[in-house]
């Protein structure tokens, strides 16, 4: 009898979604397990896409995306990180971030191939690697003091001749930590020194809190990049824009890989959909009050969990400067699935467990604050006293 491939075969369930589906079969959970916000997409963003379905956009597009959506988003890098793209043959828009994750994979990993993540990340890095059957090496961010930082020294003794890709995510789902300039730099050398492909899971960088401003982006690697460097940046407007259910994001990458994933793009997904890629040009367009006023609720939030976590002994949060999450390390906690599903059926509380991020991730619990106050109040009150009282 024949059996089911090996690629598909090795990647491993997501925990978060086995968490999710225990949660799902339960009454009055407080759910801060996915990594979305509970606020509706905005009534513009909706209203576009009504609009665009009036005016006939219910058609394929082009495998790359609409014209004119790769136009806006090469003027927005343009205006937002000062760097010149060329939306004809650098943009590719895709159905979702994650699409765009596995698009670009594709195109960097043969069979036997090796590629390094940095972690705790979000699984689907290394799932979209293991499912090109390539070979997975994970880095943990080691904490030092109070910021996550990147092992250097651990990467240059993983790198081999057959590592081909090194993925990584800033701002960080789950840390929060941002990758500084020197860090970038020090990516950058280290693909360049290495032949490398640098792939870089930029999805939270409006989503930042040390800035200058509240609203200003985090600088992407493309600031640092040339055009003929090896280097991928995948995106969504599922955070900054509360459009996780559109499935929209797209890949900008140099020529020669942004053309091979625009032929890939016809036998994966063939396009996003028109409608919806003309919803996303209405929110580049007219995002910004409304994306700082999610921002302004979200700093806020995060300062509530800081807070509620604060002076709780054996419990150590690193102070986050983007994305919408927090990383509690509990001192001894060496089973973080049994702990959420534990705090869960006990408080209805539930939380994503840290070994769902890979190396590095046991032994915390992520907390997705994106939530609304009367369920971000409740929960946290919930969870402060369930490990006061020793978990």
């Given at each position: 009898m024949p059996s089911i491939a090996s690629s598909v075969s090795n990647v491993p369930h997501s925990r978060i979604r086995e968490l999710a589906e225990i949660a799902m079969s339960m009454d009055g959970v407080l759910r801060l397990y996915f990594g979305e916000s509970n606020l509706p997409t905005p009534d513009y963003i909706k209203q576009a896409a009504v609009r665009a379905m009036n005016e006939g956009y219910t058609f394929y597009t082009e495998n790359a995306g609409l014209p004119s959506l790769r136009r806006a988003l090469a003027d927005y890098y343009g205006r937002l990180q000062s760097v010149e793209l060329d939306p004809a043959r650098e943009i590719v828009v895709t159905a979702s971030g994650v699409q765009a994750l596995n698009l670009g994979i594709r195109c960097a990993l043969d069979p036997g191939d090796e590629a390094i993540v940095l972690t705790p990340a979000w699984p689907n890095g290394s799932a979209n690697a293991m499912l090109c059957?390539?070979?997975?090496?994970?880095?943990?961010?080691?904490?030092?003091?109070?910021?996550?930082?990147?092992?250097?020294?651990?990467?240059?003794?993983?790198?081999?001749?057959?590592?081909?890709?090194?993925?990584?995510?800033?701002?960080?789902?789950?840390?929060?930590?941002v990758a500084t300039e020197q860090e970038q730099q020090g990516l950058l050398d280290f693909a360049r020194r290495h032949g490398l492909w640098l792939l870089a899971d930029e999805v939270y960088d409006r989503l930042y809190y040390a800035g200058a401003r509240l609203g200003e982006p985090v600088p992407s690697?493309?600031?640092?990049?040339?055009?003929?460097?090896?280097?991928?940046?995948?995106?969504?407007?599922?955070?900054?824009?509360?459009?996780?259910?559109?499935?929209?994001?797209?890949?900008?990458?140099?020529?020669?890989?942004?053309?091979?994933?625009?032929?890939?793009?016809?036998?994966?997904?063939?396009?996003?959909?028109?409608?919806?890629?003309?919803?996303?040009?209405?929110?580049?367009?007219?995002?910004?009050?409304?994306?700082?006023?999610?921002?302004?609720?979200?700093?806020?939030?995060?300062?509530?969990?800081?807070?509620?976590?604060?002076?709780?002994?054996?419990?150590?949060?690193?102070?986050?400067?983007?994305?919408?999450?927090?990383?509690?390390?509990?001192?001894?906690?060496?089973?973080?699935?049994a702990f959420c599903r534990r705090l869960l059926e006990e408080t209805r509380v539930g939380l994503a467990p840290g070994v769902a991020f890979g190396a590095g991730g046991e032994g915390s619990v992520r907390i997705c604050y994106a939530a609304e106050r009367s369920i971000l109040e409740p929960a946290m009150e919930r969870l402060t006293k369930f490990l006061r009282a020793g978990g």
């Open positions: 059957n390539a070979v997975v090496h994970e880095i943990p961010h080691p904490l030092c003091g109070e910021r996550y930082r990147i092992d250097f020294d651990a990467l240059e003794r993983t790198v081999n001749a057959r590592t081909r890709l090194l993925i990584y995510t800033s701002p960080s789902n789950p840390l929060g930590w690697i493309l600031r640092k990049a040339t055009r003929d460097d090896a280097v991928m940046v995948v995106h969504s407007f599922s955070k900054s824009y509360c459009m996780t259910g559109w499935r929209l994001g797209y890949l900008i990458a140099r020529r020669d890989l942004a053309a091979k994933a625009t032929q890939i793009n016809e036998f994966v997904v063939s396009a996003a959909p028109s409608f919806t890629q003309k919803a996303g040009e209405t929110a580049l367009a007219d995002g910004e009050p409304e994306l700082r006023r999610m921002l302004e609720r979200l700093k806020e939030s995060r300062d509530l969990c800081l807070s509620a976590l604060e002076g709780i002994v054996g419990v150590t949060v690193p102070k986050p400067d983007g994305a919408f999450y927090l990383f509690p390390r509990i001192d001894g906690l060496a089973d973080s699935f």
